[in-house]
């Protein structure tokens, strides 16, 4: 199954904004944790939930931590 990488970035941004932790000038290479939009582990967790629901996988579970949307995008692409 291939899952559209525009449509991934979409539900990630959803999520950050929702949040209150999408930064102005958000791209795909603004860390998702610390100095970018500062998700927490609870947060992360929860992202991870979303993603798997939403796309059947996610890179968490499978044992990735992506630094970046782009990173999160690089697994679907891969997958």
């Given at each position: 199954m291939t899952?559209?990488?525009a449509a991934v970035?979409?539900?990630v941004t959803?999520?950050?904004a929702e949040l209150g932790k999408l930064p102005e000038d958000f791209s795909?290479?603004?860390p998702l944790y610390a100095?970018?939009?500062g998700l927490d582990s609870l947060e992360t967790a929860e992202?991870?939930?979303?993603?798997?629901?939403t796309?059947?996988?996610d890179p968490y579970s499978a044992g990735e931590l992506p630094q970046t949307l782009d990173e999160l995008l690089g697994f679907y692409a891969a997958a």
């Open positions: 899952t559209d990488s970035e979409k539900t959803d999520f950050l795909g290479t603004t100095d970018g939009a992202l991870s939930a979303i993603l798997e629901d796309y059947g996988s």
